[in-house]
């Protein structure tokens, strides 16, 4: 098993199991009250808070987008994979896991926000990032475990990939594929500043 320079095991897992799905759980059911809100509001939320491509006034949505979604199916489509990608990819701890879902987040959003030929809105590129950051962080990090976690989460998962496509017009591929860039750029980060030794 590869350590990092101060001894310590690269992790596959969080190391507060517990604090991590309690944290997964509670950003979920806050998308679910999202949505009952614009639900509610006949989606006066989603209209103002939607990335509207190369629109000044629509870069706020790069903050908010991730947050929306069209409707209740729309939202449970994406929230298994949001809960098993997200835990997993808090096995570096909350503040890493801050850091790699914002690099994720601002990396999709903007994409997105460059590229998109119509508004979008949803967490798929959040999850599309999480989802290429396991995969490849096991890789840049050299490490057994995270390699072999990336091989399950393959087998099980890899069909969505081909999201990262142009296929429905209806979805936004431009999400994923700069979710995905995201990812990969974030796991990179982290495998190298794992690599450096701790100084006290």
Do not use: C
């Not at 290429?132 to 990939?161: H, K």
């Not at 994923?176 to 701790?198: C, E, K, M, N, T």
């Amino acid at each position: 098993m590869t350590a990092l320079p101060d001894g310590r095991p690269a992790r596959v897992l969080p190391p507060a199991p517990v604090r991590a799905a309690v944290i997964m759980l509670v950003f979920t059911v806050a998308l679910y009250a999202i949505e009952a809100v614009d639900q509610a509001s006949g989606g006066m939320v989603d209209s103002a808070a939607m990335i509207y491509p190369r629109d000044v006034d629509g870069l706020s949505g790069i903050l908010t987008a991730p947050l929306l979604h069209g409707d209740y199916a729309h939202l449970a489509a994406n929230s298994l994979p949001f809960l098993i990608f997200g835990f997993l990819a808090m096995s570096g701890g909350p503040v890493q896991w801050v850091a790699v879902t914002a690099t994720i987040w601002l990396v999709s959003g903007l994409g997105v926000w460059l590229t998109s030929p119509a508004p979008v809105l949803g967490a798929s590129g959040i999850v599309f990032g999480w989802f290429l950051f396991l995969l490849t962080r096991g890789f840049y990090a050299r490490n057994g475990r995270q390699i072999l976690l990336a091989v399950l989460l393959f087998l099980l998962y890899g069909s969505i990939l081909w999201g990262v496509l142009p296929s429905d017009p209806m979805v936004s591929w431009q999400g994923h594929l700069f979710g995905a860039i995201g990812g990969v750029a974030a796991a990179y980060w982290v495998a190298r500043a794992d690599r450096l030794p701790s100084r006290v």
